[in-house]
Every structure is written in C-alpha cells, then in structure tokens.
C-alpha cells in the first residue's frame, strides 16, 4: 500500500510539476521577446558535440566564439555562478554528466529561464535515448538536432510540452522506417566506387563538427 501511494504521488507529482514548468515556459517563453543566440554543447575535453545558431554570423565568427567560449567555461570552477557576462550577452551554461550545455541570451532576458530551457532539453534527450550518454549526442546527432528544432523554433521556445515533442519524434522516426529504400548490390557497388568524392561532399556540413 505504501509503495502504490508513493508511486501514486511521485506520479501526480511529476505531472503537477511538469504542467507547472510548461505553463513558465509558455509564458516567459513565447509571449515575450525572449529569444536565445546560440546553444553549444561540448565535453569536457573542450570538443564541439552539437551548435546551433539563431543569429546570422559567418564561419569565422562562429569559430572564434566557439573557441572563446569552450576556453572561459572550461576554466570556471564547479562552485562558480552558472550566469556570466560577455561581450553585450549574457552567458548561461550547466554542466551534465561530462557535457555543458552553453546558452547565450540577450541582456534583459531571464537567466533562470533559461537554466530550465536547458534542462528540459536534457530532459528531453534523456527521455528519448534513455539515460542519455556523450556518446548517444555523438552517433545520433541527427536526433539531438532535430529534438531541439521541435522545442525552440528561431531561439524561442515553440513546444513546452515533452509529450508533445516526444510524439513529433516517435512519429517522425516512424515515417523513417516507412520510406526506407532497399539498395541493390549494384547500387552498393556504384555508392562504394565514389565513397571519396561522397566524403569530399559531406565536408565543411555539421557532422563534421561531431568528428
């Protein structure tokens, strides 16, 4: 009896939380001018796992910011306030396991906002690749991106719920399954001939950010 009523409440907690959390999102999220910059996550190690940019820079900007960033984060120590301050930004980073999860908001916009954004993202990962890994962002950055396109649109938060984001999800990597194409030995043989000028192809894209 115990154990159902414990259960019972840890469930109706989360729900009530959740709700909770959605509606802050909802209202700080989208009803205002509330818009990130950019979002990094990197290991420990300083190695570029995923970026995604809201704001239009060139290659060599983005580089230089990158760097800039991965230096002063790496560098803070683990008790230091998770809000700095940066050019004319505001830098809000968490770290998770060996991941950080790096944010730039305007001046004006809440810091604390932004914390949840970043750990209902995680949330969010967390819940599709179940008890999420470095190594699961690294061979499925694909779906990395595409969860966090689902839940912030221009920088915005678009979609707070997490079973909404999850359905998009599932339903996305079903119509996958469905379109997948049978290739034929001959096809595989023609593919393996022009393996480098197909690598060749895929360089200077976002997966090479990944290697």
Request: glycine content about 6%.
């Amino acid at each position: 009896m115990d154990g159902w009523m414990d259960g019972w409440m840890d469930g109706w907690m989360d729900g009530w939380m959740g709700g909770w959390v959605d509606g802050l999102l909802l209202t700080i999220g989208i009803t205002s001018s509330f818009q990130m910059q950019f979002m990094l996550l990197f290991s420990r190690q300083g190695k570029l796992r995923l970026q995604k940019w809201y704001v239009p820079l060139s290659d060599k900007e983005k580089k230089k910011i990158t760097r800039e960033l991965v230096q002063t984060v790496l560098a803070r120590k683990p008790k230091m306030c998770s809000f700095l301050e940066w050019r004319d930004l505001k830098i809000v980073y968490k770290r998770y396991a060996s991941l950080y999860f790096c944010c730039a908001i305007e001046d004006q916009d809440n810091e604390l906002i932004t914390l949840e954004i970043i750990h209902r993202y995680v949330e969010l990962l967390d819940k599709y690749f179940g008890s999420v890994c470095e190594l699961d962002i690294i061979f499925n950055f694909e779906k990395a991106y595409f969860i966090l396109d689902e839940f912030l649109l221009g920088g915005e938060a678009q979609e707070t719920s997490k079973k909404n984001v999850l359905k998009a999800i599932e339903q996305a990597d079903l119509l996958q399954e469905d379109t997948k194409v049978s290739f034929s030995p001959s096809f595989l043989m023609v593919w393996s001939r022009n393996a480098a000028e197909v690598r060749d192809s895929c360089r200077g894209s976002e997966q090479a950010d990944w290697v």
